[in-house]
């Protein structure tokens, strides 16, 4: 893979990071690449693609953290491993400063540039491993205080209201040492499930979907061996769809799943007899294992939603959201949208009595309500009426120029699938130091629909 330019720019389109390889693409491509990604959004009313071309020069670009990582070239080479390298040149500066954000960046321009010398050669990449890139990197990063600026990293979420997990759990370099040169082992092992759903209007499921992750970040020293225990009654892979033909597991689990795939780091020798992956944890974040489910489970929120006429240019909504996760958990920014025809000019809102922490709001430039709910609470149900005015008499049926209503959240602690780390074992040599371990779960929303 050969690129021309690397650059990261802030959300107003300033220039933080640049580094031209070939010099076949004219300087002004940060100013061309952001007038075109503003214009995507003005005009066509949507994000710019991750791809697009601009007068020969095909530029790629991912949004991580509120900064746009970009790359240029002229050639034609695979999207798919242009974007994936500009998501792997992000973690890697993530785990070097501690915190990604503008701030961060500005800060630490020296290391991020010795960074990216050793990552980017004439355009070429040579590696984006933090752990073989500890060997080259020497400058020391500058640490960011978190509390000054909003986080804008997923990881922010474990945060929230829970002292058993540390700041450091996503603010800590893997290169800095604490205070009086001091090192805390840690590691840090996070379930992450992004959930696909399409509901029918009466809320029945019509399509379901996970796509999950085992991430891990580890600060241990001497890379140990690390054995990772999952559920005894997981199976993978069902009729011949398994990455790995794991025939044996033809049993009736709680957890099935369709397939998977691991690092390169995870030896499974015992894994087809009790579920333990081994391995030596390279520095930095990196995923132990990524994973698939198309089964039905039980999903967190059902919602539903209906859209009928009340006279003469007039119609009514109705959208309910229950919570059908257990009453110990709360999940809060939770956001629930949905389109109206074209012709809706005014849109009056009522929510139900008590209810607390709730914003409505109708976007008129979009056409589309939205309504955010503070904190939902296990077991709970919550509905929005909304009253809708229009300029001009419905033509057909109604629901054909509405929706579907789309629902974004994070519940913290909550996996939907079931998939559990039931051990996590650390071998060491010596007990001289204490090691802490944080294993954390978190469900949030990918495409999350209900169709009227």
């Not at 956001?335 to 012709?343: G, N, R, S, T």
């Not at 229009?390 to 120029?401: D, V």
Request: glycine share 6%; charged share 25%.
């Amino acid at each position: 893979m050969m690129i021309s330019q690397f650059f990261v720019l802030s959300q107003r389109g300033d220039n933080i990071v640049f580094r031209d390889y070939r010099g076949d693409v004219a300087k002004g491509s940060t100013e061309i690449f952001f007038r075109r990604v503003k214009f995507w959004k003005e005009n066509e009313g949507g994000d710019a693609p991750p791809v697009f071309n601009v007068d020969g020069v095909n530029y790629f670009h991912v949004k991580v953290a509120a900064l746009l990582f970009v790359s240029t070239t002229r050639i034609n080479i695979s999207p798919s491993l242009v974007l994936e390298f500009l998501l792997r040149i992000a973690r890697v500066i993530k785990d070097y400063l501690g915190l990604l954000n503008e701030d961060s960046l500005r800060k630490n321009f020296v290391l991020v540039y010795e960074l990216l010398d050793e990552i980017i050669d004439f355009g070429y990449v040579k590696t984006t491993s933090t752990e073989v890139l500890k060997s080259y990197v020497f400058n020391e990063p500058i640490m960011v205080d978190p509390a000054r600026l909003p986080s804008l990293d997923p990881a922010s979420i474990f945060a929230k209201g829970d002292k058993r997990v540390p700041r450091t759990a996503f603010t800590k370099s893997v290169i800095a040492n604490e205070p009086h040169g001091r090192k805390r082992e840690e590691i840090f092992v996070d379930v992450i499930e992004k959930i696909s759903l399409t509901f029918s209007s009466s809320g029945n499921i019509l399509t379901s979907e996970i796509d999950g992750t085992i991430q891990m970040k580890s600060y241990l020293n001497g890379n140990p061996e690390i054995r990772l225990v999952l559920n005894d009654d997981l199976n993978i892979g069902r009729s011949g769809k398994s990455t790995i033909d794991y025939s044996s597991s033809s049993g009736v689990g709680a957890v099935i799943l369709d397939n998977c795939n691991f690092h390169e780091s995870v030896h499974l020798d015992s894994f087809e007899t009790d579920r333990t992956l081994t391995l030596t944890a390279p520095d930095g974040e990196f995923s132990v294992m990524n994973y698939r489910i198309t089964r039905e489970f039980r999903p967190p929120f059902r919602i539903s939603a209906l859209i009928e006429e009340v006279g003469h240019l007039k119609a009514e909504v109705i959208i309910k959201v229950r919570a059908d996760f257990p009453t110990s958990i709360t999940t809060d920014a939770i956001v629930v949208e949905m389109p109206l025809p074209a012709y809706t000019t005014r849109v009056n809102f009522e929510l139900e009595p008590g209810a607390v922490g709730n914003t409505t709001d109708f976007k008129e430039s979009s056409k589309k309500i939205e309504w955010g709910l503070k904190k939902i609470v296990g077991g709970s149900e919550h509905m929005l009426r909304a009253k809708l005015t229009f300029s001009q008499e419905m033509h057909g049926n109604i629901t054909k120029e509405a929706g579907p209503v789309s629902m974004t959240f994070n519940i913290p602690m909550y996996n939907a699938s079931g998939l559990e780390v039931k051990y996590l074992q650390i071998e060491k040599k010596s007990s001289a130091s204490k090691i802490y371990r944080w294993v954390r779960y978190v469900t949030n929303s990918n495409s999350y629909v209900a169709r009227l």
